[in-house]
């Protein structure tokens, strides 16, 4: 398989997130840097889907999960928001929960979603390139140990 078409690859699992695209980039042994970047690319394509969806996407999301289980888990996530607003919220939730539901999330919770989709976007290279950067050679070395041989 050519680069670019591995390229490619990371960049749609990416779509799905960076916990899906940082492993098939390390399968296809990409280099960290790429890995990262075509994961961070694939990630952001899909919260700016959600992001100018819009209203369309908010309804949807009321409509499938519905207004009482949202309600439910509102508290404790408006905790979070409030003790971290939207800095914490797309710096550490990119990483953790992953861009689609920190999208979810945010575009539900937050008034001024700009911010937050912008701030989300520079989590999601963070995450995505230190990801690659620690899981990369983590495997390569797993692999090459006396573990599995």
Known sequence: MEAFEKFIVVFFA??????KGIPVGIGLKLLPIYTGIFTALGSITTVLILYFA?????KWVFNLYGQQRIARKKGKFIRFAQKYGPWGMGLITAGILGPITSTILGLIF???????VIILLAGIFIWSLLLAF?????VEWI????LFH
């Not at 620690?134 to 983590?138: K, N």
Request: aromatic content about 18%; proline content about 4%; glycine content about 12%.
């Open 14 to 19: 990416g779509v799905s997130g960076i916990w």
């Open 110 to 116: 937050f008034r001024d979603t700009k911010r937050f």
């Open 54 to 58: 819009g209203d369309a996407f908010r």
């Open 134 to 138: 620690i899981f990369s050679p983590l």
């Open 143 to 146: 692999a090459e140990s006396d």
